[in-house]
DNA sequence: GCCGTTTTCGGCCCGACTGTTTTCAGTCG
């Protein structure tokens, strides 16, 4: 059983028990536990018993459960649970504005059962009648509805950055003298944004009119001195916060993130007899202000050294905080070179040498080209014969650019049988090779699995790209065993790829950090194919921080003598 | 239901906005 389905069952019996009513508590237990399973790179249900136990947030009730569910499929708990209410009253509770109150009151006095129910319910003027409601709460429930079926989901990071720059213009037009943050998951490099939040500070209260007021506003949400909401054109659900200026550091520390960062450091405050919110951090006993202006500020306070946006997850960056274990993050300055790009040999929109001079202009030393193989017809794959002349271009250019180095290469095809979709010695008069899949990716994980792990044994394959897949917001990863294959690259010497298309983040980031953790060699890759494209760098610089990564993790931030001897051709496996 | 540099019992993050309730509960982030 996959990590995904366990954590989707646990936080499921912690929906059910909050419109039951049960212990917060006890809900929140089952969401933590949830998000812990989620997060853990290995396969749960792989682990010990005593393994399960020591994962935080897990303890004996909940280890119990998991064992049931790993064992038999269900879990009796959440089949009780379940029989006790509809299950789309659980589509009911994700309504904008619905809670477990709602939802239970809405149950218990009107049957209602999904949002079918709800709409029917709605129509019938049953809804005003019920004591608690009125047409205020009629309207919003029918808004609610309204909105889930327009704007389901959420939003690719690079979609809501976009939206975020056109945002800030608009308020920086208004209020020129006033300061404007991006907070929220967006400054922690997340890869989708359930919405975009701002933080705004030096600014007057009339900053929300002129919010409101921004040309894409399609609706506004709430509007406040201190909180508007607003509903952008194609859904995004943007958020303003006004505090003042001294309050600014403890403000960008609060919208940031993660809940479960907050919520960790507000219990460590709370230890040392502090209190956390929005505008500072105060004592308990005689509310003096002990920091707030800066961000680096309250952590200093709080006994720990300023942590980086990107490793707020409550992952256990706390810890590694106070005992001085976090990383120095890998930054896109540090990136010497990109070894994934194409070019209008294949399906890439610019030539050799813009793409070379784009890249050094983004300031990169050196660039391989790795267009497209042969099994890609629809991307005018190249053969063995078209991929050498190619190779003979790029060397030719390479001799009339300074500032840049280029290297051959090629994107090869891990065909559906494992093998490579270009002979072995084509492949070895290349600089460098990237294996990927793009084919039959509906393949069942064994055969998936056993496919890539035969690619990775040619000895030619230097770099595996996109490693699951994954399209975000599209499409699902392979059913690729992942433990297995970083288990194959590390024995091998080959390196696996973090893709910076916005769509892919593949690897993510919780496999990239296991990876690195067991020995392979990580690259950061643009996979542009335009001179536009190597700002993808920045979405892969993203991942690789979220997952930890320093420069020293990642081949790419490598000058190109150490670069060279460092890819598996020239360095074999490691010992 | 989980957890422990005060704790194995008694805690568990905090404030703004909305709608309806005339003093606050529910929801959200």
Known sequence: MENVAIARVLAEIGDLLEIRGDNPFKIRAYRNASQVLLDHPERVSGLAAADLRALPGVGKDIAGR??????????????????????????????????????????????????????????SGAVRDVRGMGAGKEAQLRKAIDDHQTFAGRHLASEVWKQAHVLLAHLAEGFPDATFDLVGSLRRGAETCGDLDVLATNAPVDVM?????????????GQGATKSSVRLV????????????????????????????????????????????????????????????????????????????????????????????????????DLRGDLHCHTTATDGKDSIRAMALAARDAGLTYLAI??????????????????????????????????????????????????????????????????SVHSQLAQDGDRMTDRVLRALECPWVDILGHPTGR??????????????????????????????????????????????????????????????????????????????????????????????ASLRRHRGAPA
């Open 471 to 564: 399209m975000l917001l599209r499409r699902e990863p392979s059913g690729l065993d992942i433990e297995a294959v970083v288990t194959a690259a590390a024995r091998l010497g080959v390196a696996m790829e973090i893709n910076g298309q916005p769509h892919r983040r593949d690897l993510h980031d919780v496999h990239a950090r296991w990876a690195r953790d067991r020995g392979v060699r990580i690259v950061l890759s643009s996979d542009a194919h335009g001179v536009g494209g190597f700002d993808h760098l920045h979405w892969a610089t993203f991942t690789a921080r979220r997952a930890g990564l320093r420069p020293a993790d990642i081949l790419t931030c490598q000058a190109l003598p150490d670069l060279r």
């Open 234 to 333: 194609r859904g995004l659900q943007a958020d303003l916060r006004l505090v003042p200026a001294i309050s600014r550091g403890a403000a960008l520390q609060y919208f940031t993130g993660s809940k479960a960062h907050n919520i960790e450091l507000r219990d460590r405050a709370l230890r040392q007899g502090l209190t956390l919110n929005e505008y500072g951090l105060y004592r308990l006993d005689d509310h003096a202000s002990v920091a707030g202006e800066t961000e680096a500020g309250i952590y200093e306070a709080l006994g720990l050294p300023w942590i980086p946006p990107e490793l707020r997850e409550g992952r256990g960056e706390l810890e590694a905080a106070r005992t001085g274990h976090l990383p120095t993050l890998v930054e896109r300055s």
């Open 370 to 435: 790795t267009d497209h193989s042969q099994a890609l017809a629809m991307a005018n794959g190249l053969d063995e014969h078209r991929a050498l002349a190619h190779a003979a271009v790029v060397r030719g250019i390479d001799d009339e650019l300074d500032g840049i180095t280029l290297l051959t290469g090629i994107e090869c095809d891990i065909r559906a049988d494992g093998t490579m979709d270009l002979a072995d010695d084509c492949l070895a008069q290349l600089d460098v090779v990237v294996a």
């Open 209 to 221: 009119a002129h919010l409101v007021g921004f040309g894409r506003v399609e609706r506004v949400l």
């Open 66 to 123: 998991v064992t049931e569910l790993i064992q038999t499929g269900v879990s009796t708990f959440h089949q009780e649970l379940a029989a006790e209410f509809p299950a789309g009253l659980l589509d009911v509770l994700r309504l904008q504005g619905v809670g477990p109150k709602t939802a239970a009151l809405l149950f218990r006095e009107l049957q209602v059962g999904s949002i079918d129910d709800l709409t029917r319910a709605l129509d």
